[in-house]
């Protein structure tokens, strides 16, 4: 009777819904196997750097400190544990009293842990560039428990990813994934130093794909738990492929809430390659200042919310010399669809200086394809802009009262033309638009001075919307307004 009624529970059991979803937690992957096969391949890595003792035998910066505590404590800070052991009391004098030490030779002390992965049998480590910036010396320990002092071979703070050299041969090389096939939801692993405790595995999914939180790096995001000391450490699929370099984390407190972004490996060794050629990274520049186009925006302009809207065009650039406008829309760079302005950056980025480009823009309701040389990426300079103070010129249709340009403000903005904002009321206020900001265009035509604007303005259907072309500081927008509204 008792064998029967098992049967008869078993046979029950085989029908309840949730079986089948025990079946899969039964089934859940095993990554020791994987841990085991990849794990030697990752390393750790400490840097240190050297700071000035001074006379009673502290860093500088204790020394300092030290000197405040005195000024309001009236007694010496409390001493801290010293990592490197006891320091030496001053020697006595014959006299029975302490001589002072004078100023001690600087001193080598830990700065920061942080993880890699060997990329070549020949000591070649990939990491990321704020683990190693600043690092007097680099030291970089195996999981064998062998350390070696590391030589920066390149480092690059844009994208974060920094190549190390080690001198050895004959050590187990990370496989290099396609971080292109990866799919939200698929089984990671992340293996690094936490907190400086070395060879920690911990494993989640991927929670979304190309975040923006950078110019030039799509991230990936992550929910594996990934702490200080995991930077620069790998982050792999299930096949023990290398598909991303740990890199942030979001978190109030420091350390793990559940989101972590990594650098696509793709991106990563884009950059080594030219870290490892010439120990730094080309990039291609236009010379423009853009940001995206809202939906108010487009709809104001009848186009879809996409592109690059460009809000200012930089003196003797590359643009400039095309003939690119500001408020022209950069739809497309070299055949490439520029969805989101953090596209143009990326593509144009990955273009070789000295490259003939064709930029494709939307400007005043026509698409047109723009020759453009590209030039190499260099950090733009800007010309404080001096205001003269006309008298502004009254345009009761739109609330607005302007004044012309000063021919500086002209040339410092990029424009040709354009009148400042002196006052703002109705319709103009409805539309956010404000006291110092520059329209430099009605609908499809440019503003070329205060009293033309009157005109054009005067000249505008109170039926109809219209839309003004709006630079505010180096932000350009189009602004849909009605007349009278």
Known sequence: ????????FAAWLSLVPGQSAWAQVKDLPDFADLVERVGPSVVGIR???????????????DQDLDDLFRKFFGVPMPQQPNPQGPTPSPSPSPHGRAQPRGNQPDREVTRGVGSGFIISQDGYILTNSHVVEGASEIYVTLTDKREFKGKVIGSDSRTDVALVKIDVTGLPKMQIGDSKLIRVGQWVLAIGSPFGLENTVTAGIVSAKSRDTGDYLPFIQTDTAVNPGNSGGPLINTRGEVIGINSQILSESGGSIGIA??????????VVE???????????????????????????????????????????SPAEKAGILAFDIILKFDGQTIDRSADLPRAVGETKPGTHSVVQVWRKGSIRDIPIVVSELETPSK????????????????????????????HDLGIAGGVEV???????VAADIRVGDVIVGVNNSDVVNAKQFAELVAKLDPKKQAFLLVMRGDAARYVPIKPGG
Not at 1 to 8: D, G, P, T, W
Not at 261 to 270: N, Q
Not at 281 to 296: A, P, S, T
Not at 422 to 428: E, H, Q
């Open 261 to 270: 972004f990594a650098i696509p490996i793709d991106e990563a060794m884009r």
């Open 383 to 410: 010309t404080p802009a001096k205001v003269d103070e006309p008298k502004p010129v009254p345009t009761d249709a739109l609330g607005l009262a302007v004044t012309d340009l000063s021919e500086e403000k002209r």
């Open 274 to 316: 030219q870290l490892r050629a010439t120990g730094r990274v080309v990039r291609g520049r236009l010379g423009v200042q853009i940001r995206d186009i809202n939906k108010e925006e487009a709809d104001a302009i009848g186009l879809k919310p996409q592109g690059a809207l460009v809000s200012r065009v930089e003196k003797g």
């Open 1 to 8: 009777m008792r064998l029967f009624a098992v049967a008869l």
């Open 47 to 61: 840097t240190t750097e050297r700071v000035h003792i001074g006379a009673n035998g502290m860093p500088q910066d």
């Open 422 to 428: 002196t006052s703002s009321d109705g319709a103009a």
